[in-house]
Protein backbone atom coordinates (compact mmCIF):
# COMPACT_ATOMS: atom_id res chain seq x y z
CA UNK A 1 0.00 0.00 0.00
CA UNK A 2 1.49 3.50 -1.11
CA UNK A 3 2.11 6.11 1.21
CA UNK A 4 -0.20 8.25 0.14
CA UNK A 5 -3.01 5.73 0.33
CA UNK A 6 -1.63 5.18 3.95
CA UNK A 7 -2.60 8.25 5.23
CA UNK A 8 -5.61 9.28 3.56
CA UNK A 9 -7.41 6.12 5.16
CA UNK A 10 -7.38 7.63 8.76
CA UNK A 11 -8.56 11.37 7.22
CA UNK A 12 -11.85 9.37 5.59
CA UNK A 13 -12.37 7.23 9.26
CA UNK A 14 -12.16 10.89 11.09
CA UNK A 15 -14.80 11.97 8.60
CA UNK A 16 -17.03 9.15 8.65
CA UNK A 17 -17.23 9.38 12.30
CA UNK A 18 -17.70 13.23 12.38
CA UNK A 19 -20.66 12.56 10.37
CA UNK A 20 -22.46 9.74 12.40
CA UNK A 21 -22.03 11.58 15.31
CA UNK A 22 -25.68 12.29 17.30
CA UNK A 23 -26.70 15.59 17.88
CA UNK A 24 -28.32 15.52 21.46
CA UNK A 25 -29.41 18.94 23.35
CA UNK A 26 -29.08 19.10 26.87
CA UNK A 27 -32.19 21.68 27.48
CA UNK A 28 -35.25 21.28 26.44
CA UNK A 29 -37.71 23.70 24.92
CA UNK A 30 -36.56 27.83 24.73
CA UNK A 31 -33.41 28.50 25.84
CA UNK A 32 -32.48 30.70 28.70
CA UNK A 33 -29.18 31.78 29.16
CA UNK A 34 -29.93 32.79 33.04
CA UNK A 35 -31.08 30.13 35.36
CA UNK A 36 -33.79 32.22 36.70
CA UNK A 37 -36.20 34.08 36.04
CA UNK A 38 -36.84 38.06 36.31
CA UNK A 39 -40.26 39.06 35.33
CA UNK A 40 -40.53 41.76 38.16
CA UNK A 41 -37.66 43.61 36.46
CA UNK A 42 -37.72 46.14 39.59
CA UNK A 43 -37.83 43.24 42.08
CA UNK A 44 -34.69 41.78 40.12
CA UNK A 45 -32.61 45.22 39.94
CA UNK A 46 -33.14 45.70 43.98
CA UNK A 47 -31.86 42.18 43.95
CA UNK A 48 -28.80 42.63 42.29
CA UNK A 49 -28.25 45.68 43.69
CA UNK A 50 -28.15 44.36 46.91
CA UNK A 51 -26.36 41.32 46.31
CA UNK A 52 -23.55 43.74 44.73
CA UNK A 53 -23.34 46.23 47.29
CA UNK A 54 -23.29 43.95 49.98
CA UNK A 55 -20.61 42.01 47.91
CA UNK A 56 -18.04 45.40 47.36
CA UNK A 57 -18.86 46.26 51.38
CA UNK A 58 -17.68 43.05 52.76
CA UNK A 59 -13.59 44.24 52.64
CA UNK A 60 -14.60 47.56 54.05
CA UNK A 61 -16.34 45.92 57.15
CA UNK A 62 -13.84 43.61 57.38
CA UNK A 63 -10.92 46.40 58.03
CA UNK A 64 -13.27 48.07 60.07
CA UNK A 65 -13.71 45.37 62.06
CA UNK A 66 -9.94 44.32 62.24
CA UNK A 67 -9.17 48.19 63.00
CA UNK A 68 -11.60 48.63 66.02
CA UNK A 69 -10.95 45.53 67.49
CA UNK A 70 -6.92 46.63 67.97
CA UNK A 71 -8.08 50.02 69.29
Given at each position: MSMLARSA????QVAVRARAA????????EYK???FN???KPVFAAKVASYL???F???FIAAYYQLSKSA
Open positions: APLRPVRSMHGGHIPYDKVFGSIP
